[in-house]
């Protein structure tokens, strides 16, 4: 079982950047795939961001490409998020995910509560 905890979320003027962290707990946080999605008010939740359990491989969504790089450090136990040129679309409560490489909240079987990012116009 893995516990996880997002935090690093905040209020952000658009442009800037912010740097999202999960830390999870457990031993076996190297064997899974991590992902972060995201849920803005009155949306359903969407994929953002996944990394397989070895760091090699990644995947994005199309609106976040080249503004969100997704990694980790197994030795750490963390996830991160980094978010550059924010836009006010991005504005959502983010969560981090633990389980199989992919883009459908199925694929994950661990979540964290969720950081509020907001983005401002």
């Known amino acids: 079982q893995v516990q996880l905890v997002e935090s690093g979320g905040g209020l952000v003027q658009a442009g800037g950047s912010l740097r999202l962290s999960c830390a999870a707990s457990?031993?076996?946080?190297?064997?899974?795939?991590m992902g972060w999605f995201r849920q803005a008010p009155g949306k359903e939740r969407e994929f953002v961001a996944t990394?397989?359990?070895?760091?090699?491989?990644?995947y994005y969504v199309d609106s976040v490409k080249g503004r969100f790089t997704i990694s980790r450090d197994n030795a750490k136990n963390t996830l991160y998020l980094q978010m550059n040129s924010l836009k006010p679309e991005d504005t959502a409560v983010y969560y981090c995910?633990?389980?199989?490489?992919?883009?459908?909240?199925?694929?994950?079987?661990?979540w964290g509560q969720g950081t509020q990012v907001t983005v401002s116009s």
């Open positions: 995910a633990a389980g199989l490489y992919g883009s459908s909240s199925h694929d994950y079987a661990y």
């Open positions: 457990g031993r076996t946080f190297g064997s899974y795939a």
């Open positions: 990394i397989s359990w070895s760091g090699y491989e990644k």
